[in-house]
């Protein structure tokens, strides 16, 4: 499993031969202005809530390359309407994709499209493929509904929002890793814009403080599992 980094909350996952995009937001982030976002492979589109900053290059993506939007029913039947491919879900449900086998869980944040309109409950996708597990949590809050995920699944790699503000923070996000018996941690949604800037080498020494592994990625960076 090969995860790359591509700015903000934007992930790309391959596995099993498949491609996937998580919460494609690549040409709005001046950060990420390096990312050819036409030379990103995408067979699914996972969404984890509607917020501006998690959607804005789905449609692009999934125009050019006919993936299959997998969200909650609200997300997912937003795109469906206007003719894109979709795999609609729910909190606590679970489906067997090509790839593996996706679970979409809680998260305690908003949910809204840009207009408005009503983006469902927001949430975050537990991925078991290629015999690893990961934990992508979206935009949330420290939540104990994180303990449940250890007790169906074993983390190797556990990838929580810290920029604070608008998500739980660094010590927030060491106690989620304390909840989902993970002590790899991947970071994201932090130093995109001021409200979520962080201390990059104070994050890692808190979490090395607290015997777990933080990585900070640069924008297109990948790690293996």
């Not at 995860?3 to 990420?32: M, Q, S």
């Not at 509607?50 to 937003?78: C, G, L, M, P, Q």
């Not at 814009?193 to 924008?219: P, R, S, V, W």
């Amino acid at each position: 499993m090969k995860i790359t980094f591509y700015g903000h909350a934007c992930l790309g996952i391959e596995v099993c031969g498949k491609n996937i995009i998580v919460d494609p937001f690549i040409t709005g982030n001046p950060k990420a202005s390096h990312i050819d976002i036409n030379a990103i492979k995408a067979d699914y589109i996972l969404i984890t809530h509607a917020h501006f900053d998690h959607v804005k290059d789905v449609e692009e993506i999934a125009t050019r390359t006919n993936a299959v939007i997998v969200s909650n029913y609200e997300i997912a039947s937003h795109y469906g309407n206007k003719g894109f491919k979709y795999h609609p879900m729910n909190q606590g449900g679970s489906w067997k994709f090509s790839f593996g086998n996706v679970k979409y869980v809680n998260a305690i944040h908003t949910s809204s499209f840009v207009d408005g309109n009503y983006g469902g409950n927001p949430g975050g996708f537990v991925i078991e493929g290629e015999h690893k597990n990961i934990y992508i949590a979206g935009d949330t809050a420290l939540t104990m509904d994180m303990k449940l995920i250890p007790m169906r699944t074993k983390l190797d790699l556990a990838v929580l929002p810290i920029g604070s503000n608008f998500t739980m923070d660094v010590e927030d996000a060491i106690i989620a890793s304390d909840f989902l018996d993970c002590d790899k941690i991947l970071g994201y949604h932090y130093d995109t814009f001021g409200f979520i800037e962080i201390n990059h080498d104070e994050a890692k020494k808190k979490f090395f403080d607290a015997g777990k592994d933080l990585m900070l990625l640069e924008i297109g960076e990948s790690i293996e599992l």
